[in-house]
């Protein structure tokens, strides 16, 4: 092989060959093995995912601007709407906050064209009850037994909380939500949010039906986590607001009454400085220094295209791996615009 192909792993030859051996540990930021992990959650309790993420967190430096915005949003409990470009470092923000201040995993809520209010509170699932329900009859169980599948105290086995249900659980310190890519969603979503982040709580109609036939009026549920929840009375209610971090990248405008109940911060495009740091923070200081040539190149770009800071960490990544010919076809490829040409 050339020089410039060395670094191939597959190579295109329709032979079976060990190159897989060859492939070095996978980046930070792609690393699935780091999920094992295990870290301290802000209950005591082991949090696996929280260790897997603590690189995020150690990447974000915010500015002055930046600084107040945050602490105003956590000082008046109310959401932080962050917009900006991609990889200006919205999502990476509320990883920060979490980590800093110590309240656990952050719980993400990605949004989709298709997601609903509901999606975020909780999931009833209805058909796997009536399935547990008709499974236990043959056997002559009583399914309204105490643990039967149709029994009253099992309801709670058959209800979710998604995540924005989870963060409002009532406890002493405030989780961090984020609710990722608001403007993807559906026309209707931002004003749905609206009653439950001013409010604080929601009902769960399956629950509070059967309230008074539950003991001490309590279900136990299942959390978005993973965990276990007691809900009293059928009613989520929080005691601390989360720390709620609503991104956009600006692809729609919201309705007013929205804007109104968050603050709103506005990330610019980073510069070199941040660029770096953001590098090093994934990469090692090395990997920045050898990189400068390509944050340049990634900034000059950056002024007439829409380019994501990913895609330059995907490009230095591999520019040890890849010969001086490669690296810079490779640099080309992979920092690719966003945006249509106008």
Not at 22 to 51: H, I, K, M, Q
Not at 204 to 223: H, K, N, S, W
Request: aromatic share 4%.
């Amino acid at each position: 092989m050339t020089e410039s192909s060395e670094w191939l792993i597959y190579r295109g030859a329709g032979e079976p060959h060990d190159g897989l051996d060859r492939l070095p540990a996978p980046p930070p930021w792609r690393d699935f093995a780091g999920r094992d992990t295990a870290d301290t959650g802000a209950d005591g309790s082991e949090d696996r995912r929280l260790g897997a993420h603590r690189h995020l967190a150690e990447l974000h430096r915010p500015g002055a601007e930046e600084l107040e915005m945050i602490n105003a949003a956590l000082y008046l409990r109310r959401p932080l709407l962050v917009t900006g470009s991609p990889g200006a470092g919205k999502s990476t923000l509320a990883h920060s906050v979490a980590y800093e201040l110590g309240l656990g995993n952050v719980l993400r809520w990605p949004v989709v064209s298709r997601s609903t209010l509901q999606d975020g509170l909780y999931h009833y699932d209805a058909i796997a009850r009536l399935q547990d329900v008709q499974i236990a009859a043959p056997q002559g169980t009583d399914p309204a037994a105490p643990g039967a599948p149709g029994s009253v105290e099992g309801i709670g086995g058959y209800i979710r909380l998604g995540p924005l249900g989870t963060a409002l659980l009532p406890s002493d310190t405030p989780r961090v939500l984020l609710i990722d890519e608001l403007d993807k969603s559906d026309i209707d979503l931002p004003n749905d949010l609206l009653n439950v982040l001013e409010e604080g709580e929601f009902a769960i109609p399956e629950l509070e039906r059967v309230a008074d036939r539950l003991p001490g009026g309590e279900a136990e549920v299942l959390t978005a986590d993973g965990r276990k929840a007691r809900v009293r009375d059928g009613r989520v209610r929080c005691r601390a607001f989360p720390f709620v971090v609503l991104t956009s990248n600006g692809e729609r405008d919201f309705p007013a009454p929205l804007m109104r109940r968050c603050i709103h911060l506005e990330l610019g495009r980073p510069d070199h400085k941040r660029l770096a740091t953001f590098v090093r923070a994934h990469l090692g200081d090395e990997a920045a220094r050898a990189g400068d040539d390509l944050i340049t190149h990634f900034l000059e770009r950056s002024r007439s295209e829409l380019v994501a800071a990913d895609q330059l960490l995907n490009a230095i990544y591999l520019t040890d791996a890849a010969a001086p010919p490669s690296r810079d076809r490779l640099a080309d490829l992979l920092i690719q615009r966003l945006d249509r040409p106008r």
